[in-house]
């Protein structure tokens, strides 16, 4: 073959090669599915471009305010793929109410201060909840009556207060509250100091009292196996009309879907459609997905991991498809890297969307696929 002959195979051969890098910058931004409103017209890339709603995930004041390189890693991630944030710890109760009507809200303060100056939502997270309460409220000596006093106090002041911050538009920082966490436990009312102090329809007071400090703010009840246990759902969906009825302010249902990478299946779109028809806000509040939890891989395989992207795909398609527009209040993923999730069970499982070095998973991209509407 002569030189000139040799010439347009070479130009053939370079296109060719930069056809291929095409289609791996194609494969690494995937297109297609809704255009984030407040985007830029780009395709979208991260996790929150791909959403009508808010996608958020869990932050600590701590984390948002250490230098270290790992978090200042967390820091980029979280502004890329998130607009909504929920504090893990430290907006519960045991971290913000150490002493008989005396409030620490430095923590949640640093967190909407922080969100604030990026453009974030606040989710607050939890008023009231069995499993957060300080030490001197479990052994506190005062009457029914002052047990009653002190929830009412914390519960307004705290409300109030985190109703001051706003955002550009004059809207609160901190938009909704999860003012009940875990009332029930299966099918029966959980047996906690609250319901000892105050009495089973202590909820119906923390809604009450939250209301009156704040006429704005989302008031959600929040539970998990929302999916996963029909018979508890019965129940959360039959107090909630219950609430609604007697004009208790309720204003939305938090799923938290701790969920496994084989459970629950069918039950997902039939509890989010059931959620979903008692017409108010819907928030997927606590997503993960154990892939281990029968502890029998001791690393995560990569049909495991495809299993795992599968349940995260499901619960994104079913939440974006099934949930009307104007209830979708969003989907929040209970944590970053595998490492940092309360489910790591000791480096035997990888429940999330990010390895320990904040790179995506496959559950990442199925989450995505999930978004875009993809089953
Ligand atoms: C968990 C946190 O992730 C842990 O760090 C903490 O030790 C216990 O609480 N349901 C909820 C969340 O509503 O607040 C819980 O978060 C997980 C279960």
């Known amino acids: 073959m002569k030189f000139k002959q040799i010439i347009?195979?070479?130009?053939?051969v370079m296109l060719l090669t930069a056809c291929s890098d095409d289609e791996n910058v194609v494969t690494r931004i995937i297109v297609g599915g809704p255009t984030n409103p407040e985007g830029n017209g780009?395709?979208?890339e991260f996790l929150k471009d791909f959403a009508n709603f808010k996608i958020g995930n869990i932050v600590s004041a701590?984390?948002?305010?250490s230098s270290s390189a790992g978090n200042a890693k967390f820091r980029e991630v979280l502004g890329n793929d998130y607009n909504s944030i929920t504090a893990e710890n430290d907006m519960k109760m045991a971290n913000m109410f150490p002493s008989p009507d005396t409030y620490d809200w430095s923590d949640g303060d640093a967190i909407v201060a922080y969100a604030k100056e990026n453009n974030l939502r606040v989710h607050g997270h939890a008023l009231v909840w069995h499993s957060s309460i300080p030490g001197w409220l479990s052994s506190f000596q005062g009457t029914d009556a002052e047990f009653e006093a002190q929830i009412q106090g914390y519960v307004k002041a705290t409300v109030a207060h985190f109703a001051l911050e706003k955002d550009a538009e004059g809207n609160s920082v901190v938009t909704g509250w999860d003012a009940v966490n875990e009332y029930f436990d299966g099918g029966a009312i959980r047996s906690s100091l609250f319901t000892q102090r105050i009495g089973e329809d202590y909820i119906n007071k923390i809604f009450t009292w939250a209301r009156e400090a704040d006429?704005?703010?989302?008031?959600?009840?929040?539970d998990f196996n929302v999916a996963g246990e029909p018979v508890k759902r019965a129940k959360i969906i039959a107090l909630v009309n219950d609430m609604i009825s007697n004009n208790i302010p309720i204003d939305g249902v938090g799923m938290q879907m701790h969920f496994n990478y084989d459970w629950p299946t069918s039950d997902i779109p039939l509890a989010i459609q059931q959620i979903s028809d008692l017409g108010?806000?819907?928030?997927?509040?606590e997503l993960d997905v154990r892939a281990n939890p029968n502890s029998d891989i001791t690393n995560l395989t990569q049909e495991r991991a495809a299993q795992q992207a599968t349940q995260y795909q499901n619960t994104a398609y079913y939440y974006t498809t099934t949930v009307p527009a104007n209830q979708q209040y969003g989907i929040t993923i209970w944590g970053f890297r595998d490492q940092d999730s309360w489910r790591f069970n000791n480096g035997n499982d990888w429940p999330l969307?990010?390895?320990?070095?904040?790179?995506?998973?496959?559950?990442?991209?199925?989450?995505?696929?999930?978004?875009?509407?993809?089953i």
């Open 8 to 12: 347009p195979l070479l130009i053939l």
């Open 42 to 44: 780009s395709d979208p």
């Open 62 to 65: 701590t984390k948002l305010a």
């Open 215 to 222: 006429s704005d703010v989302k008031l959600f009840y929040n």
């Open 280 to 285: 108010l806000l819907v928030h997927a509040s």
């Open 353 to 374: 969307l990010y390895d320990n070095d904040f790179n995506t998973k496959a559950s990442y991209n199925g989450f995505v696929e999930g978004l875009k509407g993809n």
